[in-house]
């Protein structure tokens, strides 16, 4: 249970971070607000002409009777949203993450030169358009396996009881193994780890990922939230992913000799006044 509080120490740190560096956050925020732009009108075109699509695409109930008709079309649009945001939540980190790879992959790289103690950084060698390449096949893999998921526990929620306490707890742990492979997988990637180690290695810390994705997953379903999280996230996913491989931090000596010259300088201006 102790790595439940570790994982989301995680998140802090990698939040306390970007604070730290302004300039790279304010470049982390740019990939977030574009696909938050994007999902927003991809969603509003949908509550426009949803209700039209679903006319269209059952012609069998023109001739029901009032008021089934309008009753069978309103439930098939509202579940056709409802649908939309549940591949808004799942895609939105993936598809983040996809168009900011520049951004977040340098960004990665400053936290993992920050905190290591020779100074650098992994590098993964490969050309920009592999690394996109195997970044959007490995989230496509991801979403398969999320979707897959998300049906069972929809099935799930038809269990009385089961269903509405059960499930969506499952669900908001399910969520938060998914969106922590994605972050990390910025930084494991660049080390060469391909998917299924990363699952792998996730697996056997799931307690660690859970307390880093769970709370994480949870402040997503704020609208805005997202864009304003995900550079902190993605440097507490560097964080975490250097844990996941047992290589050295020297991140808290900094801060402990940070604060200990910031003490000393203090001590030696109330002397000297």
């Given at each position: 249970?102790?790595?439940?509080?570790?994982?989301?120490?995680?998140?802090?740190?990698?939040?306390?971070?970007?604070?730290?560096?302004?300039?790279?956050?304010?470049?982390?925020?740019?990939?977030?607000?574009?696909?938050?732009?994007?999902?927003?009108?991809?969603?509003?075109?949908?509550?426009?002409?949803?209700?039209?699509?679903?006319?269209?695409?059952?012609?069998?109930?023109?001739?029901?009777?009032?008021?089934?008709?309008?009753?069978?079309?309103?439930?098939?649009?509202?579940?056709?949203?409802?649908?939309?945001?549940?591949?808004?939540?799942?895609?939105?980190?993936?598809?983040?993450?996809?168009?900011?790879?520049?951004?977040?992959?340098?960004?990665?790289?400053?936290?993992?030169?920050?905190?290591?103690?020779?100074?650098?950084?992994?590098?993964?060698?490969?050309?920009?358009?592999?690394?996109?390449?195997?970044?959007?096949?490995?989230?496509?893999?991801?979403?398969?396996?999320?979707?897959?998921?998300?049906?069972?526990?929809?099935?799930?929620?038809?269990?009385?009881?089961?269903?509405?306490?059960?499930?969506?707890?499952?669900?908001?742990?399910?969520?938060?193994?998914?969106?922590?492979?994605?972050?990390?997988?910025?930084a494991l990637q660049r080390r060469r780890v391909d998917l299924r180690a990363r699952l792998a290695l996730l697996r056997s810390r799931k307690t660690l990922v859970w307390g880093f994705g769970t709370p994480l997953g949870l402040a997503f379903l704020v609208p805005f939230v997202a864009v304003f999280l995900m550079p902190g996230a993605?440097?507490?996913?560097?964080?975490?992913?250097?844990?996941?491989?047992?290589?050295?931090?020297?991140?808290?000596?900094?801060?402990?000799?940070?604060?200990?010259?910031?003490?000393?300088?203090?001590?030696?201006?109330?002397?000297?006044?």
């Open positions: 249970m102790r790595d439940l509080g570790v994982g989301f120490g995680y998140l802090l740190r990698g939040q306390r971070w970007v604070a730290r560096h302004g300039k790279s956050y304010g470049f982390g925020l740019l990939p977030g607000l574009i696909t938050l732009v994007l999902y927003a009108a991809a969603l509003v075109a949908l509550g426009v002409y949803g209700e039209g699509f679903v006319t269209w695409a059952t012609p069998f109930a023109d001739d029901w009777t009032s008021p089934w008709s309008g009753l069978f079309r309103g439930f098939l649009t509202a579940v056709l949203f409802a649908l939309a945001l549940l591949l808004a939540v799942l895609t939105f980190t993936a598809v983040t993450l996809l168009m900011g790879q520049p951004f977040y992959e340098n960004l990665s790289e400053k936290v993992d030169r920050d905190v290591s103690p020779d100074g650098t950084a992994p590098e993964s060698g490969l050309p920009l358009w592999r690394e996109l390449w195997i970044s959007a096949r490995d989230s496509l893999r991801i979403l398969v396996r999320a979707l897959v998921w998300a049906v069972l526990l929809f099935a799930l929620g038809f269990v009385p009881f089961i269903g509405q306490t059960v499930v969506p707890v499952l669900g908001f742990f399910v969520t938060g193994f998914f969106l922590t492979e994605e972050l990390v997988a910025v993605v440097a507490g996913a560097t964080l975490m992913a250097r844990d996941l491989l047992g290589e050295e931090s020297g991140e808290g000596d900094a801060d402990e000799d940070s604060d200990r010259a910031s003490d000393e300088a203090s001590e030696e201006q109330g002397a000297t006044s």
